[in-house]
């Protein structure tokens, strides 16, 4: 479930990181204001990628942990079953 999650959370980076707004939007007098808030906006996208990765590594780790404890608990389950009465 969270790696399917990861996949949304990576296709806002293109919505936050390429907004439609550009200088000209600030009107004349303040196009370079508008060069900051895209910079930030590309910073954003950014951390919206990386938070993207990192879900899909923390899945990836979860998925990992679950078989082991699958494992495990297979194995504990023969030796309990073939320890009583011999």
Do not use: C
């Not at 990576?10 to 919505?15: I, N, Q, V």
């Not at 303040?30 to 990386?50: S, T, W």
Request: no cysteine; glycine share 14%.
């Amino acid at each position: 479930a969270i790696k399917g999650l990861a996949q949304p959370v990576r296709e806002l980076k293109g919505k936050v990181a390429a907004p439609e707004a550009t200088g000209k939007d600030f009107g004349e007098a303040h196009q370079a204001a508008g060069e900051p808030y895209r910079a930030g906006l590309e910073k954003l996208g950014q951390a919206v990628e990386a938070h993207a990765a990192a879900m899909e590594n923390f899945a990836g780790r979860l998925e990992a942990v679950g078989s082991g404890y699958e494992w495990v608990e297979s194995e504990n389950t023969s030796t309990v079953r073939n320890s009583g009465g011999q």
